[in-house]
């Protein structure tokens, strides 16, 4: 009766282990994978305000542009159609509008 005992005892003893080291391989890859997304993130963040900066940066570039009498349709075609007639009149709002869109 004691061996039977003490079996079920280490039996026991060895799936609790198993299980706490499986719970603390899930929580350390769930911290990995939380740090790649807070890095992601914070890329994603900061690409994000650069790309507003340089299209309000562009917008201001175009209403330059149409001050000195330029149309729109002048624009993209003096910067040999690096952009559209649409784009160009995007990127000429953001700056009209303080760069609120």
Not at 67 to 78: E, M
Not at 86 to 94: G, H, M, P, Q, V
């Amino acid at each position: 009766m004691t061996d039977a005992r003490t079996s079920g005892q280490s039996i026991r003893r060895a799936a609790r282990q198993a299980a706490i080291a499986a719970q603390a391989k899930r929580r350390a890859q769930a911290a990995e994978r939380d740090k790649r997304l807070d890095a992601a993130a914070l890329t994603l963040i900061v690409a994000l305000r650069e790309r507003d900066a340089l299209e309000r940066q562009a917008g201001a570039a175009i209403s330059a542009m149409l001050a000195d009498g330029l149309t729109l349709a002048d624009v993209v075609t003096w910067i040999d159609g690096e952009t559209t007639l649409k784009e160009a009149s995007r990127l000429a709002e953001l700056d009209a509008d303080g760069g609120r869109s």
